[in-house]
């Protein structure tokens, strides 16, 4: 079995596990030969792929965390918030799990767009109780971690749908009621005495952050029960690998880079430590494309999260990234969900008559999943150009003249990024905008930055939104010369 993305499914080939929606029950059964049809629907309900079996997949395995049954009742008893059936629901997951021989969430959920608050529910229940059990916590405690994370956003249905829904960016007010909803969530389960305050606890804090920045009480570090932390940390991988409105998803590995760059700040480190243990970066079934121009599916886990075993396209050779020596110097530079650029955006582009012109930006940065999340943050609206040295940057400058923006990190083998950028005012001028993204914060370092010229300086791990934001500023930023 493997996963195909929903714009590479073709007609004829045979879905190897069903298609679950919550209005049509089963919209598509295993074993279904993909039509024209139904693929159509598929992309216009939103779904990210589909599980299909084939020849070169047909002997890769893919594991349920849970089974497929109580995957289904969990959806329903969110959705009627069913307290009484949560805890049952609950029960049977943390007993699905038990039965594994290695904790490891290796199937991607399929959802579509309307499904998403009951679907995300379910999906953060069986990341956190994967945590939870490789944290081999107490029983009883991974019992509660698995009945709040099923709970956590109930409160989330007592805010305004079209608060919930809005596509556009939300004003203070909304803003603030949607940071309501920890609290509303706690309301509903105030009374109820099925649920026990650390339940009730677990799902207030689920937004707090290790530093004290998270809602709606501030607090941090050991304040912040476990099971929120766990909650928090999951809840925010399942957000940024989920397909939403306004944003396309992040392949597994950039959303697990994303969450090990808030570790301490945002989450908790031991946390994030066991979620690289149970949510491969690279899921068995999913396509990769090599450094050495190859494609292929991963076939199987090795020790190194970031070098499974691969399948090679069309031969079905496999290679072992983590022995074969042939390819000790070949990695994985994209996965899975491959983000395709959207009809939306390139009309949204064409209605900028002013300026029809994609702007251009460079991204540099010797990390490939830092390159990576900036080009799916800016996704869609810009030529983006990823390289991965600052040498290979003075010499793509040389080749092909300069671009609009440079985001460059700092920290890299061979020429740092201050002292390239220092060599690149000589070539290019002041007309192109540099933006550091970095994870140095020194005085030095910053005051450095600014002789350089560059037009902003933001610390990683950043939030996609923001860098978007920063980004478009800094284009638009007048240099004073
Ligand atoms: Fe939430
Ligand atoms: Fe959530």
Request: charged share 30%; proline share 4%.
């Amino acid at each position: 079995m493997r996963f195909v993305a929903v714009d590479n499914l073709e007609p004829g080939m045979i879905l190897a596990r069903k298609i679950i929606n919550r209005n049509v029950v089963s919209m598509l059964q295993k074993g279904v030969v993909l039509t024209d049809t139904n693929i159509a629907r598929l992309k216009t309900n939103g779904y990210l792929g589909a599980y299909i079996t084939d020849s070169i997949s047909a002997d890769i395995i893919i594991g349920e965390t849970i089974s497929e049954k109580t995957f289904e009742e969990g959806i329903a008893a969110v959705e009627d918030a069913d307290v009484g059936r949560i805890i049952d629901v609950a029960r049977d997951m943390v007993e699905d799990i038990s039965e594994l021989d290695r904790i490891s969430v290796d199937m991607l959920d399929l959802r579509s767009f309307d499904d998403y608050t009951y679907h995300h529910s379910v999906n953060v229940a069986v990341y956190a109780l994967a945590v939870a059990a490789k944290m081999e916590l107490p029983e009883e405690k991974i019992q509660e971690t698995a009945v709040a994370a099923l709970c956590h956003d109930l409160g989330k249905t007592k805010i305004d749908p079209a608060i919930i829904n809005k596509k556009g960016r939300l004003n203070d007010d909304e803003f603030e009621e949607i940071r309501r909803h920890p609290q509303y969530s706690y309301d509903m389960l105030y009374d109820n005495n099925l649920i026990s305050s650390n339940v009730r606890q677990a799902v207030i804090c689920h937004h707090e952050n290790e530093n004290g920045s998270g809602y709606p009480n501030g607090k941090e570090g050991d304040e912040i029960p476990l099971a929120a932390k766990i909650i928090h940390a999951v809840d925010v991988y399942d957000a940024l690998t989920s397909r939403r409105a306004y944003k396309e998803p992040y392949a597994p590995v950039d959303a697990l880079e994303y969450i090990i760059g808030g570790q301490g700040i945002l989450f908790d480190r031991k946390v994030v430590e066991t979620m690289l243990e149970v949510i491969p970066a690279y899921p068995p079934g999913m396509d990769v494309i090599l450094s050495n121009g190859e494609r292929g599916v991963v076939a199987a886990h090795t020790k190194n999260a970031a070098r499974p075993v691969i399948r090679i396209f069309p031969d079905g050779r496999e290679v072992d990234l983590s022995k074969n020596e042939g390819y000790s110097s070949v990695f994985i530079t994209s996965s899975g969900l491959l983000v395709q650029e959207s009809k939306d955006v390139e009309v949204l582009n064409e209605d900028r008559s002013d300026d029809n012109r994609k702007k251009r930006i460079v991204v540099v940065d010797d990390s490939s999943i830092s390159r990576g999340q900036t080009q799916s943050a800016l996704f869609g609206d810009y030529e983006i150009t990823t390289l991965e040295s600052a040498v290979a940057c003075l010499n793509y400058i040389k080749a092909k003249g300069a671009p609009d923006l440079i985001i460059m990190d700092i920290e890299m083998p061979m020429l740092d990024g201050v002292t390239a950028v220092e060599k690149l005012r000589g070539m290019i001028g002041n007309d192109t905008k540099i933006v550091f993204l970095t994870a140095v914060a020194d005085r030095d370092t910053v005051i450095r930055c600014k002789k350089a010229g560059a037009v902003d300086y933001i610390l990683k791990p950043v939030n996609p939104v923001y860098l978007r934001e920063r980004v478009s500023i800094a284009l638009d930023k007048n240099l004073e010369r």
